[in-house]
């Protein structure tokens, strides 16, 4: 539910974008809507994207400090005031506004940040070798719905404002948008704090397998042997800083890999998800802002990013979930890679006859590459983060591969963007064929990680040197956890 929250609150500013710009820059000397400039326009959408970014370097380091669940429970209500706030943006002047708007969306994206390192490595700490892949991805998917949700509830309340008011009520559209993101989050918080800290923190890191033992005993409903005399063992073999040349030796491909990915990846992803609004009116899936009102904008982009996303984005994630422990991480980013490249450079290359001859064939070509970018990449260099690394500086590495990411989405929402926004034709071509090759970048890039599907973590990051099993009972679980065993 975090995820899901996360994803709604990032991908809502979307669909009521534009309507800021008729509320507050509106010029009654012109004919034509009001309009964000360009630099506030991506200031708003991406301003949480920073946010984002700052808060997965801070709470992931944290989550290696102080206990994964200790900060799991702040991310979330960051999360639920600053989704309340951002609705609640006033001010004397459009620039106020905008300017109180982007404060709270950046703090929104700050806690936002957390839940990416600490929910993929909560996850893989309690998952079981033969389906951890799939649980985590399974976290991930939830963005899948988060979005879907982010267009089915602007869709909605636009349907509702357009047969019951006319006028000025339309700010009070866009607010009511921002703040129900508080809302699943808020039914979160409760579940979130009753649940333990993870067996692999409070074992190696706290050196504590009794209470280890019994956190795991009560969360699998079986019993645990606690193990303590394994642990000063198991930690002295480990016992080296994130920034030492024996981390480099043992996992430093491993990083450059997650976070040259992920980065590669997100440049895409963000700028297919955040300049939808642009590209539909451009080709026609959507009439044009002239044409009609500015809740019927805001209902029209909000049906066709619904559409995408329930047809293309969706199902991506859940092939994921299905097939990622059987064809393993390493062949599902290969191949979406490969996948989103070639459909971008056809829609980048065609462009002028997809948009003026064949708009069913535009929509089909820009779907799949949704598809692709979620049974592919934006899944995996979410996964693979949480499995490659030790458990001392597991959470770290993912924040850094996590922020790499968003770094990505940053060139995509204040790069490509500004391709994108004014509806050019040539710039549009341009900005796509651009996409593909990042994304065939992100091929190559993937060859410096490794497939650790049916592994244990700790056969995976080097932890125990003892050979490895790959099927076990629940029976054979211990404390600290060995490559002989389950997890």
């Known amino acids: ?187 979160t918080y409760y579940w979130r704090m009753k649940m333990p800290e993870t067996g692999r923190y409070t074992a190696i890191i706290e050196g504590n397998a009794k209470q280890a033992a019994a956190d795991m005993a009560r969360v699998l409903d079986i019993e645990i042997q606690a193990e303590q005399d394994k642990i000063a ?77 329930l047809l293309g984005t969706f199902p991506g994630y859940w092939f994921t979930v299905f097939f990622i422990e059987k064809l393993g991480r390493y062949k599902i980013q290969l191949v979406g890679f490969f996948m989103m490249s070639f459909f971008m450079f056809v829609i980048g290359v065609k462009y002028d006859y997809l948009k003026n001859e064949n708009k069913g064939l535009f929509a089909l070509l820009y779907g799949l590459t949704f598809f692709f970018a979620n049974f592919g990449p934006n899944s995996t260099t979410f996964v693979l983060p949480a499995e490659l690394f030790p458990t001392r500086v597991r959470s770290t590495c993912h924040a850094l591969s996590a922020a790499a990411g968003k770094a990505g989405a940053l060139v995509g929402t204040f790069g490509i963007q500004s391709l994108t926004v004014g509806g050019d034709t040539y710039k549009i071509k341009k900005a796509m064929i651009l996409l593909a090759v990042t994304n065939l970048l992100g091929f190559f890039c993937s060859f410096l990680v490794t497939e650790t599907k049916g592994r244990s973590l700790e056969e995976i990051s080097g932890e125990d040197g003892r050979e490895s099993e790959l099927t076990a009972t629940p029976n054979d679980y211990r404390v600290p956890v060995s490559r002989t065993e389950t997890m």
Request: hydrophobic fraction near 50%.
């Open 233 to 309: 063992e198991f930690n002295a073999a480990n016992n080296y800083p994130l920034w030492s040349n024996e981390f480099f030796n043992r996992h430093g491909r491993h990083l450059i890999g997650t976070m040259s990915s992920w980065f590669l990846l997100d440049i895409a992803f963000y700028s297919q998800n955040l300049t939808q609004k642009d590209i539909f009116p451009a080709i026609g899936l959507i009439d044009k802002d002239f044409n009609m009102s500015a809740i019927g904008e805001v209902f029209q982009t909000s049906r066709a990013m619904f559409v995408i996303a």
């Open 1 to 187: 539910m975090g995820f899901f929250t996360d994803a709604y609150d990032l991908f809502c500013i979307s669909t009521v974008s534009k309507l800021l710009g008729r509320l507050y820059y509106f010029d009654p000397s012109s004919e034509k809507p009001g309009k964000l400039p360009l630099s506030v326009n991506n200031f708003v959408i991406g301003v949480a994207l920073v946010g984002t970014l700052s808060g997965q370097l801070v709470f992931g380091w944290l989550g290696d400090k102080l206990g994964r669940k200790k900060v799991y429970g702040i991310t979330l209500i960051l999360m639920v005031l600053c989704a309340i706030a951002s609705g609640l943006s006033f001010g004397a002047s459009a620039k106020s506004v905008m300017g109180t708007l982007c404060f709270f969306r950046f703090w929104l994206g700050f806690g936002i940040g957390g839940d990416y390192p600490l929910s993929a490595t909560i996850m893989s700490e309690y998952a079981n070798k033969r389906t951890r892949g799939a649980f985590i991805a399974a976290v991930f998917a939830m963005q899948g719905v988060g979005i879907i949700f982010a267009g089915l509830v602007s869709m909605t309340l636009s349907a509702l404002f357009q047969s019951y008011y006319h006028g000025p009520e339309a700010d009070l559209l866009w607010r009511l948008v921002l703040m129900i993101g508080a809302i699943p989050a808020l039914l």
